[in-house]
């Protein structure tokens, strides 16, 4: 079974920086689809970073040069480094892993930015 496991969320001022942390257990993250998604209160869920298996990453542009996903074999973990933090990046913000055609979420944590 697939657990993952966020953690690193907290309250930063506007311009700061945060470290998202996923770790995940009965699958590794090498060889799924890691992403981390976000959704404000109102709004729907939408990506903010994904990794593939072969290394390649994605953003869309409202995070792109501001927001770095990486993830580490050994811990089988992947990260979610967020710099220059905006207000608008308030969020509670969730991993996912993609593989074999099932998806799974962590439990969310929550970034606060304030101004």
């Known amino acids: 079974q697939v657990q993952l496991v966020e953690s690193g969320g907290g309250l930063v001022q506007a311009g700061g920086s945060l470290r998202l942390s996923c770790s995940a257990s009965?699958?590794?993250?090498?060889?799924?689809?890691m992403g981390w998604y976000r959704q404000a209160p109102g709004k729907r869920r939408e990506v903010v970073a994904l990794?593939?298996?072969?290394?390649?990453?994605t953003y869309p542009d409202s995070v792109k040069g501001r927001f770095t996903i990486s993830r580490d074999s050994a811990e089988n973990a992947v990260f979610l480094q967020m710099n220059s933090l905006k207000p608008e990046d308030t969020a509670e913000y969730f991993c996912?892993?993609?593989?074999?055609?099932?998806?799974?979420w962590g439990q969310g944590t929550q970034v606060t930015v304030s101004s």
């Open positions: 996912n892993l993609r593989g074999g055609g099932i998806e799974y």
């Open positions: 009965g699958r590794e993250v090498r060889t799924a689809v």
């Open positions: 990794i593939f298996s072969h290394g390649g990453t």
